[in-house]
């Protein structure tokens, strides 16, 4: 257990000051924390960051998740976003289908900056009662197997925290999922992304348009409207994939933008803060439950392994472990056993979705221009109206 801190010699306090420590405060640590204090549990929230922080990301919150928000107490959207009305799968030479997103009163898929949705929910988890501290965690304490803190550093250096329950919550590069788990090394269970804005000459309309490109299979480039006149760009693919390729994402998506349709949007306007970061695709055999503790979100590899949409099941995995660990606390009961309900939960509320989208990355493995194909060129055979079909990546829905 790599930079796990075990301390067999001394018990962690009898009573420590939060009985839950939520490790990173991304939409799941956030959503866990706000649900967990509105219970009247102590709950310590920490962040490497201060908010409001940039994520790299295509910033498309899906209309599941403003659902799904409610049960936290956020029912209206107060912040800036732009919302979406349409969805266009686009292929290398010209094909394209569109489809209509269906809303649902007062609520929509929007595209919203990270840095602006992330804090909306920081702040909410604070004012459900959580508890923030800025510190860069190391990993887990250890007392035998039992995860009983979490040790990192603050400002004033090397810090330890103690609680009953620590739920990881770090993101993509979780230093508590690598201590608890190993470093997950198998390139095909992850995606590589690559996202810039940009200002547009051009007016925009409520269109996101992913592009399966023949040089980015399986994956897809990105123009994802900010506001009429600012996009959200960029490029994501399959790690294994991209490493047998040639070109650099950057040059990838230079690409993507050249092409006449979008440079005449584009105009001379530059690309900004371009950022790259890693993608754990979600694979059912991860595990998620440890004696005192839970990964979620991205920590846990909970993203679509088609779409990359992680931020719906980062709230909805926020929701299942502040659930799971409510009842552990409730009896007592802080072993693995006593967690595993968290497993039950967000398989009740993600597996339906996952499992498809699991057998056809699989397949990509060998065939992997065939997701791009099924999108593009396979009628769906079902619904006459097409955006209930593409409606279930994006919303999830089960909420
Ligand atoms: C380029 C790109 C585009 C994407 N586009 C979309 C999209 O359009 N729609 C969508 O639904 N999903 C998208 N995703 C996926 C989505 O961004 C993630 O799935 C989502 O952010 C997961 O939320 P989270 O709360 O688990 O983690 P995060 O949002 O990553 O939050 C983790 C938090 O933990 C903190 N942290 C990390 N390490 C430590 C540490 N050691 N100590 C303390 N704190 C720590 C971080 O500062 C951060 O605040 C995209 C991903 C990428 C990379």
Known sequence: MAKAQTNPAHRPPRRPKSDVIVVGAGPAGSTAAA??????????LVDRESFPRPKACGDVVPLGCFVALREIGLTEIHFPHFRIGQVA???????????????????????VPRSIFDEALFHHALACGAEYRRLNIRGPILHGSQVVGVAGT????????????????DGATSAMARALCGADRRDHEWAVALRAYVNTDAQLDDAIELAFLDAVQPGYAWFFPVTNHRANVGIGMRSDFYR?????????????????????????NAMEEPKAWPVPLFHFDKPRVFPGALLAGDAGGFVHPITAAGIYPA?????????????????????RAGLAAYDTHWRQALADEFRPAVTASRLSTAFPHLVAAALLHVQPAGPANPSLKIDAPFAGGKF
């Open 154 to 169: 603050g400002v004033r250096g090397a810090v330890e925290e103690y609680g009953r329950v620590v739920i990881a919550a």
């Open 315 to 335: 709230i909805i995995t926020g929701l299942c472990a502040a659930q799971a660990t409510l009842d552990a606390l409730a009896a007592g009961d802080l072993s």
């Open 35 to 44: 649900m967990l204090a509105r219970r009247g549990v102590r709950v310590l």
């Open 244 to 268: 047998r390729q040639p070109h650099t994402l950057a040059e990838l998506l230079t690409g993507y933008l050249g092409r006449p349709e979008l440079a005449a949007r584009i105009g001379r």
């Open 89 to 111: 799968l686009q292929g290398e030479e010209g094909a394209e289908r569109r489809f209509t997103l269906a809303p649902r009163p007062g609520l929509g898929t929007c595209v």
